[in-house]
Protein backbone atom coordinates (compact mmCIF):
# COMPACT_ATOMS: atom_id res chain seq x y z
CA UNK A 1 0.00 0.00 0.00
CA UNK A 2 1.45 3.26 -1.23
CA UNK A 3 2.41 6.07 1.08
CA UNK A 4 2.26 9.55 0.28
CA UNK A 5 2.97 13.18 1.89
CA UNK A 6 -0.43 15.48 2.31
CA UNK A 7 2.09 17.73 -0.20
CA UNK A 8 2.39 14.94 -2.79
CA UNK A 9 -1.61 14.17 -2.75
CA UNK A 10 -2.70 17.52 -2.99
CA UNK A 11 -0.21 17.83 -5.76
CA UNK A 12 -1.67 14.85 -7.57
CA UNK A 13 -5.22 15.61 -6.95
CA UNK A 14 -4.55 19.24 -8.36
CA UNK A 15 -2.98 17.73 -11.54
CA UNK A 16 -5.87 16.18 -12.19
CA UNK A 17 -8.13 19.17 -11.92
CA UNK A 18 -5.54 20.94 -13.97
CA UNK A 19 -5.86 18.69 -17.09
CA UNK A 20 -10.10 19.23 -16.68
CA UNK A 21 -9.58 22.78 -16.91
CA UNK A 22 -11.04 23.07 -13.02
CA UNK A 23 -10.53 26.61 -11.58
CA UNK A 24 -7.54 26.77 -9.07
CA UNK A 25 -9.54 27.96 -6.04
CA UNK A 26 -12.12 25.11 -7.06
CA UNK A 27 -9.47 22.60 -7.53
CA UNK A 28 -7.93 23.71 -4.22
CA UNK A 29 -11.51 23.29 -1.77
CA UNK A 30 -12.70 20.07 -3.31
CA UNK A 31 -8.60 18.86 -3.01
CA UNK A 32 -8.36 20.56 1.04
CA UNK A 33 -11.53 18.20 1.80
CA UNK A 34 -10.21 15.10 0.10
CA UNK A 35 -6.99 15.18 1.38
CA UNK A 36 -8.11 16.38 5.38
CA UNK A 37 -10.57 13.44 5.36
CA UNK A 38 -7.47 11.07 4.69
CA UNK A 39 -5.27 12.97 7.13
CA UNK A 40 -7.78 12.38 10.06
CA UNK A 41 -7.82 8.53 8.58
CA UNK A 42 -11.41 9.06 7.17
CA UNK A 43 -9.95 7.21 3.96
CA UNK A 44 -13.68 6.02 3.02
CA UNK A 45 -14.11 10.43 1.69
CA UNK A 46 -10.95 10.84 1.18
CA UNK A 47 -8.64 10.64 -2.61
CA UNK A 48 -10.78 7.75 -3.07
CA UNK A 49 -13.44 10.17 -4.59
CA UNK A 50 -11.21 11.27 -6.76
CA UNK A 51 -12.48 9.13 -9.80
CA UNK A 52 -15.72 9.77 -8.70
CA UNK A 53 -15.10 13.41 -9.65
CA UNK A 54 -13.70 13.00 -12.68
CA UNK A 55 -16.44 10.57 -13.82
CA UNK A 56 -19.37 12.71 -12.89
CA UNK A 57 -17.03 15.78 -14.72
CA UNK A 58 -17.07 14.08 -17.45
CA UNK A 59 -20.65 12.82 -17.25
CA UNK A 60 -21.82 16.38 -16.69
CA UNK A 61 -23.30 16.27 -13.53
CA UNK A 62 -20.61 18.03 -12.07
CA UNK A 63 -20.90 22.04 -12.97
CA UNK A 64 -17.58 23.68 -12.39
CA UNK A 65 -18.13 27.13 -11.45
CA UNK A 66 -21.71 26.78 -11.49
CA UNK A 67 -22.80 29.99 -9.40
CA UNK A 68 -24.51 29.21 -5.64
CA UNK A 69 -27.59 31.24 -5.71
CA UNK A 70 -29.42 32.89 -2.69
CA UNK A 71 -33.14 31.73 -2.90
CA UNK A 72 -34.25 33.21 0.46
CA UNK A 73 -32.19 35.13 3.08
CA UNK A 74 -32.68 37.04 6.30
CA UNK A 75 -30.40 38.35 9.11
CA UNK A 76 -29.88 35.05 10.50
CA UNK A 77 -30.52 32.35 8.16
CA UNK A 78 -30.19 31.40 3.83
CA UNK A 79 -31.51 29.05 1.53
CA UNK A 80 -28.77 28.22 -1.27
CA UNK A 81 -29.52 26.46 -4.68
CA UNK A 82 -25.65 25.15 -5.12
CA UNK A 83 -26.79 24.65 -9.22
CA UNK A 84 -25.28 21.10 -8.77
CA UNK A 85 -21.81 22.80 -8.45
CA UNK A 86 -18.73 21.05 -5.98
CA UNK A 87 -20.22 19.98 -3.03
CA UNK A 88 -16.91 20.55 -1.23
CA UNK A 89 -17.45 24.73 -2.98
CA UNK A 90 -20.83 25.04 -2.27
CA UNK A 91 -21.00 23.58 1.69
CA UNK A 92 -17.62 25.75 2.26
CA UNK A 93 -19.77 28.36 0.77
CA UNK A 94 -22.83 27.33 3.40
CA UNK A 95 -20.40 27.01 6.75
CA UNK A 96 -18.81 30.09 5.92
CA UNK A 97 -22.31 32.01 5.27
CA UNK A 98 -23.53 30.73 8.76
CA UNK A 99 -20.00 31.84 10.66
CA UNK A 100 -20.50 35.60 9.06
CA UNK A 101 -24.59 35.42 10.52
CA UNK A 102 -24.05 34.21 13.56
CA UNK A 103 -21.55 36.84 14.11
CA UNK A 104 -24.61 39.21 13.95
CA UNK A 105 -27.31 37.11 15.25
CA UNK A 106 -25.88 34.96 17.78
CA UNK A 107 -27.65 31.73 16.11
CA UNK A 108 -27.79 31.07 11.90
CA UNK A 109 -28.82 28.45 9.77
CA UNK A 110 -28.35 27.74 5.95
CA UNK A 111 -29.99 25.26 4.12
CA UNK A 112 -28.18 23.58 0.81
CA UNK A 113 -30.46 21.83 -1.97
CA UNK A 114 -29.02 20.67 -5.58
CA UNK A 115 -25.42 20.61 -4.04
CA UNK A 116 -23.37 17.28 -5.00
CA UNK A 117 -21.42 15.12 -2.51
CA UNK A 118 -19.54 17.24 0.20
CA UNK A 119 -17.46 14.66 1.31
CA UNK A 120 -16.64 14.11 4.93
CA UNK A 121 -18.67 17.11 7.24
CA UNK A 122 -16.57 17.44 10.19
CA UNK A 123 -14.11 19.36 8.48
CA UNK A 124 -16.49 22.07 7.18
CA UNK A 125 -17.95 22.10 11.04
CA UNK A 126 -14.03 22.80 12.60
CA UNK A 127 -13.93 25.78 10.26
CA UNK A 128 -16.65 27.36 12.66
CA UNK A 129 -14.88 25.91 15.51
CA UNK A 130 -11.78 27.83 14.56
CA UNK A 131 -14.23 30.74 15.02
CA UNK A 132 -15.33 29.87 18.05
CA UNK A 133 -18.29 28.79 17.32
CA UNK A 134 -20.48 25.35 17.75
CA UNK A 135 -21.59 24.08 14.27
CA UNK A 136 -24.17 21.35 13.61
CA UNK A 137 -24.58 19.81 9.83
CA UNK A 138 -26.52 17.23 8.73
CA UNK A 139 -27.17 15.75 5.20
CA UNK A 140 -29.18 13.28 3.49
CA UNK A 141 -28.39 12.35 -0.59
CA UNK A 142 -30.80 14.95 -2.24
CA UNK A 143 -33.64 11.89 -2.23
CA UNK A 144 -31.34 8.97 -3.92
CA UNK A 145 -28.89 6.87 -2.30
CA UNK A 146 -31.27 4.59 -0.48
CA UNK A 147 -28.68 1.70 0.43
CA UNK A 148 -29.77 1.97 4.45
CA UNK A 149 -32.71 -0.53 5.68
CA UNK A 150 -35.07 1.31 8.13
CA UNK A 151 -35.63 -0.65 11.64
CA UNK A 152 -37.40 -3.74 10.71
CA UNK A 153 -37.22 -3.52 6.60
CA UNK A 154 -34.28 -5.78 4.53
CA UNK A 155 -34.22 -3.10 1.42
CA UNK A 156 -32.88 0.04 1.11
CA UNK A 157 -35.05 3.35 1.80
CA UNK A 158 -32.59 6.21 3.73
CA UNK A 159 -29.29 7.00 2.76
CA UNK A 160 -26.44 7.06 5.36
CA UNK A 161 -27.76 10.46 6.81
CA UNK A 162 -24.42 12.03 8.35
CA UNK A 163 -24.31 14.31 11.60
CA UNK A 164 -21.61 16.49 12.43
CA UNK A 165 -20.42 18.54 14.95
CA UNK A 166 -17.51 20.07 16.10
CA UNK A 167 -16.99 22.46 19.76
CA UNK A 168 -13.83 24.47 19.68
CA UNK A 169 -11.28 24.40 23.23
CA UNK A 170 -9.27 27.29 23.63
CA UNK A 171 -5.22 26.12 22.84
CA UNK A 172 -6.82 22.26 22.22
CA UNK A 173 -8.38 20.44 19.01
CA UNK A 174 -12.06 20.77 19.14
CA UNK A 175 -14.33 18.00 20.11
CA UNK A 176 -15.55 16.60 16.67
CA UNK A 177 -18.52 14.11 16.47
CA UNK A 178 -18.70 13.07 12.67
CA UNK A 179 -20.86 10.25 11.89
CA UNK A 180 -23.34 8.54 9.66
CA UNK A 181 -26.80 7.33 11.57
CA UNK A 182 -26.14 3.95 9.81
CA UNK A 183 -23.75 1.50 10.90
CA UNK A 184 -20.98 2.27 8.79
CA UNK A 185 -20.44 5.16 5.82
CA UNK A 186 -21.02 3.61 2.37
CA UNK A 187 -18.21 4.33 1.44
CA UNK A 188 -16.09 2.63 4.13
CA UNK A 189 -17.64 -0.65 1.89
CA UNK A 190 -16.14 0.99 -1.16
CA UNK A 191 -12.20 0.92 0.73
CA UNK A 192 -12.86 -2.88 2.00
CA UNK A 193 -13.71 -4.01 -1.80
CA UNK A 194 -10.70 -2.05 -2.31
CA UNK A 195 -9.01 -3.83 -0.16
CA UNK A 196 -10.12 -7.18 -0.85
CA UNK A 197 -11.23 -7.66 3.14
CA UNK A 198 -14.89 -9.09 4.15
CA UNK A 199 -16.85 -6.50 5.80
CA UNK A 200 -18.12 -7.14 9.56
CA UNK A 201 -20.63 -8.89 10.77
CA UNK A 202 -23.53 -6.38 11.45
CA UNK A 203 -23.27 -3.78 8.89
CA UNK A 204 -24.84 -5.26 5.46
CA UNK A 205 -27.66 -7.63 5.59
CA UNK A 206 -29.47 -9.57 2.40
CA UNK A 207 -32.60 -9.17 0.88
CA UNK A 208 -33.52 -11.92 3.34
CA UNK A 209 -32.43 -10.55 6.04
CA UNK A 210 -29.63 -12.33 6.57
CA UNK A 211 -25.53 -10.64 7.38
CA UNK A 212 -23.55 -10.47 4.93
CA UNK A 213 -19.53 -10.00 5.23
CA UNK A 214 -18.91 -9.87 1.60
CA UNK A 215 -18.62 -6.38 0.38
CA UNK A 216 -19.60 -7.00 -3.40
CA UNK A 217 -23.04 -7.61 -1.85
CA UNK A 218 -23.49 -4.27 -1.12
CA UNK A 219 -23.25 -3.58 -4.95
CA UNK A 220 -24.97 -6.42 -6.77
CA UNK A 221 -28.94 -6.99 -8.05
CA UNK A 222 -30.47 -6.50 -5.67
CA UNK A 223 -27.93 -4.88 -3.52
CA UNK A 224 -27.54 -5.53 0.10
CA UNK A 225 -28.49 -2.79 2.41
CA UNK A 226 -26.37 -1.50 5.85
CA UNK A 227 -27.87 -1.62 8.74
CA UNK A 228 -29.06 1.54 11.05
CA UNK A 229 -26.43 2.18 13.86
CA UNK A 230 -27.20 0.58 17.21
CA UNK A 231 -27.33 -2.57 17.16
CA UNK A 232 -30.05 -4.32 19.13
CA UNK A 233 -31.35 -0.74 19.71
CA UNK A 234 -30.99 -0.11 16.42
CA UNK A 235 -34.25 1.81 16.54
CA UNK A 236 -32.59 4.58 17.38
CA UNK A 237 -30.13 5.28 14.85
CA UNK A 238 -33.15 4.37 12.57
CA UNK A 239 -34.96 7.65 14.26
CA UNK A 240 -31.62 9.53 13.89
CA UNK A 241 -31.79 9.14 10.37
CA UNK A 242 -35.37 10.13 9.89
CA UNK A 243 -34.70 13.70 11.87
CA UNK A 244 -31.56 14.24 9.69
CA UNK A 245 -33.64 13.42 6.64
CA UNK A 246 -36.32 15.78 7.27
CA UNK A 247 -33.62 18.75 8.29
CA UNK A 248 -31.19 17.94 5.14
CA UNK A 249 -34.40 17.06 2.51
CA UNK A 250 -38.17 18.36 3.79
CA UNK A 251 -36.69 21.81 5.51
CA UNK A 252 -33.67 22.58 2.55
CA UNK A 253 -36.17 21.37 0.08
CA UNK A 254 -33.70 18.85 -1.47
CA UNK A 255 -36.02 16.03 -0.93
CA UNK A 256 -36.22 13.49 1.46
CA UNK A 257 -35.40 9.89 0.74
CA UNK A 258 -37.89 8.78 -1.90
CA UNK A 259 -35.54 6.04 -4.06
CA UNK A 260 -33.22 5.41 -6.95
CA UNK A 261 -35.16 7.55 -9.68
CA UNK A 262 -34.04 10.51 -7.86
CA UNK A 263 -30.14 12.16 -8.30
CA UNK A 264 -28.28 11.63 -6.00
CA UNK A 265 -26.39 14.43 -4.40
CA UNK A 266 -26.50 16.15 -0.92
CA UNK A 267 -29.38 18.24 0.90
CA UNK A 268 -27.44 20.11 3.78
CA UNK A 269 -28.60 21.88 6.74
CA UNK A 270 -25.84 24.09 8.95
CA UNK A 271 -26.70 25.53 12.12
CA UNK A 272 -24.25 27.38 14.00
CA UNK A 273 -24.03 28.87 17.45
CA UNK A 274 -21.64 31.82 18.50
CA UNK A 275 -20.37 30.73 21.90
CA UNK A 276 -19.41 34.50 22.86
CA UNK A 277 -22.95 35.51 22.45
CA UNK A 278 -24.05 33.09 25.54
CA UNK A 279 -20.84 33.77 27.24
CA UNK A 280 -17.34 34.62 27.37
CA UNK A 281 -15.55 32.02 25.39
CA UNK A 282 -12.25 31.51 27.84
CA UNK A 283 -15.18 30.34 30.90
CA UNK A 284 -17.25 28.06 28.20
CA UNK A 285 -13.84 26.59 27.33
CA UNK A 286 -12.59 25.80 30.77
CA UNK A 287 -15.79 23.89 31.59
CA UNK A 288 -15.49 21.89 28.85
CA UNK A 289 -11.62 21.16 29.98
CA UNK A 290 -13.08 20.27 33.22
CA UNK A 291 -15.85 17.91 31.13
CA UNK A 292 -12.94 16.32 29.50
CA UNK A 293 -10.98 15.72 31.97
CA UNK A 294 -13.59 14.33 34.49
CA UNK A 295 -15.13 11.56 31.86
CA UNK A 296 -11.23 10.73 31.35
CA UNK A 297 -10.37 9.94 34.79
CA UNK A 298 -13.22 6.80 34.93
CA UNK A 299 -11.74 3.47 35.81
CA UNK A 300 -10.92 2.28 32.34
CA UNK A 301 -12.79 -1.06 31.22
CA UNK A 302 -10.00 -4.06 29.97
CA UNK A 303 -8.90 -3.36 26.82
CA UNK A 304 -8.80 0.31 26.83
CA UNK A 305 -5.63 2.44 27.00
CA UNK A 306 -7.61 5.64 27.19
CA UNK A 307 -10.70 7.20 27.02
CA UNK A 308 -11.12 9.37 23.86
CA UNK A 309 -13.22 11.98 23.00
CA UNK A 310 -15.13 12.45 20.08
CA UNK A 311 -12.66 13.25 17.30
CA UNK A 312 -9.55 12.62 18.93
CA UNK A 313 -8.64 9.36 17.32
CA UNK A 314 -8.71 11.35 14.02
CA UNK A 315 -6.28 13.95 15.74
CA UNK A 316 -3.86 11.52 16.32
CA UNK A 317 -4.06 9.76 13.23
CA UNK A 318 -3.69 13.12 11.58
CA UNK A 319 -0.19 13.89 13.81
CA UNK A 320 0.73 10.18 12.97
CA UNK A 321 0.35 10.45 9.45
CA UNK A 322 1.72 13.79 8.77
CA UNK A 323 5.02 12.35 10.36
CA UNK A 324 4.84 8.75 8.44
CA UNK A 325 2.64 9.08 5.67
CA UNK A 326 -0.93 9.03 4.34
CA UNK A 327 -1.59 5.23 3.33
CA UNK A 328 -3.49 5.09 -0.62
CA UNK A 329 -4.83 1.45 -1.33
CA UNK A 330 -3.14 0.16 -4.16
CA UNK A 331 -6.96 -0.01 -6.03
CA UNK A 332 -7.45 4.01 -5.71
CA UNK A 333 -4.00 4.17 -6.58
CA UNK A 334 -3.83 2.32 -9.97
CA UNK A 335 -7.25 4.41 -10.56
CA UNK A 336 -5.55 7.95 -10.14
CA UNK A 337 -2.62 6.40 -11.87
CA UNK A 338 -5.24 6.15 -14.53
CA UNK A 339 -5.32 10.02 -15.18
CA UNK A 340 -1.33 10.35 -16.31
Known amino acids: M ?15 FQKLNISAAEAEIVTRSMVDANRVGHDSHGVIHLTKYVRELEAGLIQPGASIETLHESASIAVLDGNWGFGPVIATRAIELAIEKAKQTDISSVAVSRC ?22 TANDHGGGTCVAPHGGVEGRLSTNPIACAVPIEGQDPIVLDMSTSVVASGKIRVKQHQDEPVPHGWLIDTEGESTTNADDFYGVPPAAILPFGG ?6 FGLSVIVDILSGALTGAGCSQGENAR ?30 YL ?9 DAIRMPGERGWEEQRKREQEGIPIDAETWQQIQAFF
Do not use: W
Request: hydrophobic fraction near 50%; charged fraction near 15%.
Open 2 to 16: PNFTVEELTAICLNV
Open 116 to 137: NETGRLGGYACLAADAEMIALL
Open 232 to 237: VAAHKG
Open 264 to 293: VGNGLFVLVINVASFRAFPGFSAEIQRFIE
Open 296 to 304: KSAKRAAGF
